[in-house]
């Protein structure tokens, strides 16, 4: 089965911009998509596609990917912001699905 | 409002069987593939389980193939997963999620997530 990469953690100023990336072979047939996890909640889907936002979710987050690489940016980072991130695609074979070791960000 | 409701949680045994269901409501249930999706204390998401709107498309994780059942029941918008031969490694809370597909079959995502039920392996 694939695997997507994703560093484990990364911080971000209050008002700046963090880029999350997630590597992995399925990402050149798939398109990806990105979760928001608080601490105690479900998921929650912020990104899909290429850059897809579902309702409700602020414009500062957006995506993008090239090749083998997927990218969520979060544009003004706020308090809120400040979760767990997953990437999602389908794997290789296009019968399963992989997610991402998931991206831990923090807000100072 | 779409929504995902999970039960059947609990603590069982090594070795036991465990029976979860996932109640929707708020859109055409038989008109979407659904997924199960698990999560270990402390860890990050694993893909379980998914199944097709008319249940004739039917995939698992290796790490559950052989020991869980996923199925649906469009009469009653409910989906299920028949948890057998359990170890102490599914030990996990477990999310059942909507499959949404874009006009591109390269492009899929889950939306929206059920609250989660948790299911505990232990002796």
């Known amino acids: 089965s694939s695997e997507l990469t994703q560093d484990p953690a990364v911080s971000v100023a209050l008002g700046q911009t963090v880029r999350i990336t997630c590597q992995g072979d399925?990402?050149?047939?798939?398109?990806a998509s990105w979760y928001q996890q608080k601490p105690g909640q479900a998921p929650v889907l912020v990104i899909y596609?290429?850059?897809n936002r579902p309702s409700g979710i602020p414009d500062r987050f957006s995506g993008s990917s090239s090749g083998n690489t997927a990218s969520l940016t979060i544009t003004g980072a706020q308090a809120e912001d400040e979760a767990d991130y997953y990437c999602?695609?389908?794997?290789?074979?296009?019968?399963?699905?992989?997610f991402g070791t998931g991206t831990k960000v923090t807000v100072l | 409002e779409v929504q995902l409701v999970e039960s059947g949680g609990g603590l069982v045994k090594p070795g036991g069987s465990l029976r979860l269901s996932c109640a929707a409501s708020?859109?055409?249930?038989?008109?979407?593939?659904m997924n199960w999706v698990r999560q270990a204390p402390g860890k990050g998401l694993e893909w379980v389980s998914s199944?097709?709107?008319?249940?004739?498309?039917?995939y698992y994780a290796d790490s559950v193939k052989g020991r869980f059942t996923i199925s649906r029941d469009n009469a009653k918008n409910s989906l299920y997963l028949q948890m057998n031969s359990l170890r102490a490694e599914d030990t996990a809370v477990y999310y059942c999620?909507?499959?949404?597909?874009?006009?591109?079959?390269?492009?899929?995502?889950?939306?929206?997530w059920g609250q989660g039920t948790l299911v505990t392996v232990s002796s």
């Open positions: 596609g290429k850059n």
């Open positions: 999620a909507r499959d949404l597909q874009g006009r591109t079959i390269a492009l899929n995502w889950f939306d929206p």
């Open positions: 999602n695609s389908r794997d290789s074979s296009g019968n399963q699905y992989v």
């Open positions: 708020g859109f055409t249930f038989s008109s979407y593939s």
């Open positions: 199944i097709s709107s008319s249940s004739s498309y039917i």
């Open positions: 399925s990402l050149r047939s798939y398109y």
